[in-house]
């Protein structure tokens, strides 16, 4: 700072250096106090959407009593399966559904061994 007034000068550029320092960390303060507002409040809306979604999984469950599942029966394991769980595949012209991919997987193979 090239000014002639000498100490006051100083002191005037301290004391604004000061200011500006306090104000920065009110700004600051206030920033973090922002955030962690945000942060709570993120926390309040997980719990909540947490605990809504739990909600609705016990009305589907009320429901699925109500509506009886559609059952499939896999021609590999011959285990009843509900149908949208089950892998739909068509073989040979057949809509079949399995239990899962080794099923499919086997039934497949020993169709085609079948036929050879
Ligand atoms: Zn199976």
Known sequence: MGC???AQCCFVFISNTWQHGKQLLE?????????LFIISTLILYAI????????????????RRVEPEELVQDPY???YIP???AIKK????????????NCLENYLKNGMREKG
């Open 77 to 79: 394991c011959l285990t």
């Open 90 to 101: 068509n073989v040979a012209g057949k809509e079949c559904y399995f239990c899962n991919r």
């Open 83 to 85: 149908k949208r769980l």
């Open 48 to 63: 909540l959407h947490l605990l809504i979604k739990d909600m609705p999984s016990i009305r589907k469950r009320v429901n």
């Open 27 to 35: 700004t600051g303060v206030i920033m973090l106090r922002l955030i």
């Open 4 to 6: 002639g007034y000498g």
